[in-house]
């Protein structure tokens, strides 16, 4: 994983209750739009989870960084055995960043 992937994985990862794309590029200082792209990217190589949720009046994705035991559970039917995932974000190594 990138610097940068590694940042928005420990953002996501301190806040258990997910967060927006708002939010996190808040943390990380940059623009909403500039990050959209990146997390619908780590959404795809499982690196992150996202999920529908209602703000207040608005429904939005929320971002979480998955646990190790929620990405062995999502890899049955292919090599779930910890040694096959990096440990970081859960990630299967055999999976592009």
Request: hydrophobic residues 40%; proline residues 4%.
């Given at each position: 994983?990138?610097e940068y992937t590694?940042?928005?994985?420990?953002?996501?990862?301190?806040?258990?209750?997910?967060?927006?794309?708002?939010?996190?590029?808040?943390?990380?200082?940059?623009?909403?739009?500039?990050?959209?792209?990146?997390?619908?990217?780590?959404?795809?190589?499982?690196?992150?989870?996202?999920?529908?949720?209602?703000?207040?009046?608005?429904?939005?994705?929320?971002?979480?960084?998955?646990?190790?035991?929620?990405?062995?559970?999502?890899?049955?039917?292919?090599?779930?055995?910890?040694?096959?995932?990096?440990?970081?974000?859960?990630?299967?190594?055999?999976?592009?960043?």
């Open positions: 994983m990138t590694d940042r928005i994985v420990t953002i996501l990862a301190e806040c258990p209750q997910g967060l927006t794309a708002k939010q996190v590029a808040k943390r990380l200082g940059v623009s909403s739009r500039n990050l959209g792209s990146r997390l619908s990217k780590l959404v795809a190589y499982g690196i992150i989870r996202k999920t529908r949720a209602r703000v207040g009046v608005v429904v939005t994705g929320l971002y979480f960084a998955p646990t190790l035991k929620s990405s062995l559970a999502d890899q049955r039917g292919r090599d779930a055995s910890p040694s096959a995932f990096d440990g970081v974000a859960g990630r299967h190594l055999s999976q592009p960043v």
